[in-house]
């Protein structure tokens, strides 16, 4: 009888729970298996706080938004740094899987998560990744659930803004998550039809903007939608060291980099300017059909690879093909939006603005 360690960590999303279910009806279906859930993400992992699930836990949870086991970014930058708090945090780790006397641990998260992982593999304990976040940044995937679900919140919000924008001949600016990666914004920014995109793998000038919105009034458009990215910096802001940036954002407090775009624009061209942050309800709610089924197959395939004990990987779908990347390979990379993408290049064919 192989006993399986669920846990979720990072920030949450849709499919959570649908993967959660995958990976538990088929593992029930093609060996012998009892699952420990463990509580808000590796904190539970740390405390030792778990409990025994029934095959019953896993029924009826395919659409429900969130994680039914909680969630918590990890205090810790590093695991294994003991001095910042006294906890002796890898250690503890492992004495909880043995504790819970797992045979396997499979952890969904984003990049963070995946850092986890990958030193709990280091240390010898059997491992295996699943890739969540709406940011859709995460190496050696070409996508992971909870992104097409945000990206449908994330349309439906242009949308909306949309009707509002052409009635009042304003530029609008709708703010979308993704501090590091701007797959996001790129994607609702081309199913919205958005006018200018900005994110943060390509920093914008004003300038820019300002050219792209007189262009369009000239064009007989008088509203313009711009979709930007929580993490968009203008030029001079992407050659700040970190530190340095880090201080020019504090003083400019969270969440005002849209607020100040909008007063910069109308301050220099006049227009009126709004500004919608639709924030975590991009994480919320119900999975679309889409990462349903997409968590749904992680899931299974993860089953897979408990039964077959192929340990060491994250779950990865590459060309519409489930694989298994190692986390070695993996845990401390990134996937950034480049210029080579499609929906990228396609963009710059329709015409949208990315501020440079
Ligand atoms: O990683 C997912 C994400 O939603 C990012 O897009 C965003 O920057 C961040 O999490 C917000 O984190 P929190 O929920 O902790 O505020």
Not at 226 to 235: D, N, R, S, V
């Amino acid at each position: 009888k192989k006993r399986i360690g669920i846990l979720t960590s990072g920030g949450d999303c849709p499919g959570l729970n649908a993967a959660i279910r995958g990976l538990a009806k088929s593992s029930y279906a093609l060996f012998d298996c009892e699952f420990v859930g463990i509580r808000n993400g590796y904190k539970g992992l740390i405390d030792g706080d778990y409990r025994e699930m029934k095959k019953s836990d896993f029924s009826g949870i395919l659409t429900l938004g969130g994680t039914m086991l909680g969630s918590k970014r990890t205090p810790f930058r590093n695991m294994r740094n003991i001095e910042e708090d006294g906890i002796d945090k890898v250690s503890n780790m492992i004495k909880n899987y043995k504790k819970m006397k797992l045979d396997c641990l499979v952890t969904l998260g984003g990049n963070g998560t995946h850092k986890n992982a990958n030193l709990l593999r280091e240390e010898g304990l059997n491992v295996i990744g699943l890739p969540k976040t709406i940011d859709n940044d995460i190496y050696g995937t070409d996508f992971t659930f909870g992104f097409h679900s945000a990206v449908d919140i994330a349309t439906d919000v242009i949308d909306k803004i949309h009707t509002t924008a052409s009635s009042h001949d304003r530029v609008m600016i709708v703010e979308l998550m993704g501090n590091k990666a701007g797959w996001l914004t790129l994607y609702a920014g081309l199913a919205g039809g958005a006018d200018i995109v900005l994110i943060p793998e390509i920093p914008y000038s004003l300038e820019s903007i300002y050219e792209a919105l007189l262009q369009r009034q000239k064009n007989g458009k008088n509203f313009s939608i711009l979709a930007i990215a929580e993490g968009a910096k203008t030029i001079k802001e992407a050659q700040m060291k970190k530190h340095e940036f880090e201080q020019h954002r504090l003083k400019m407090q969270y969440h005002t980099v849209s607020y100040r775009l909008a007063e910069q624009i109308n301050q220099k061209l006049g227009f009126d300017t709004r500004v919608t942050v639709p924030g975590h309800t991009q994480r919320g709610g119900t999975p679309s059909a889409q990462d349903r089924i997409l968590a749904t197959k992680f899931g299974a395939f993860a089953a897979e690879l408990i039964k077959n004990e192929d340990y060491g990987n994250t779950i990865s779908i590459v060309k519409n093909k489930l694989k298994a990347t190692p986390l070695k390979k993996m845990a401390h990379m990134r996937k950034p939006v480049t210029r080579d993408t499609d929906e990228f290049k396609t963009a710059l064919h329709l015409g949208i603005n990315f501020g440079e």
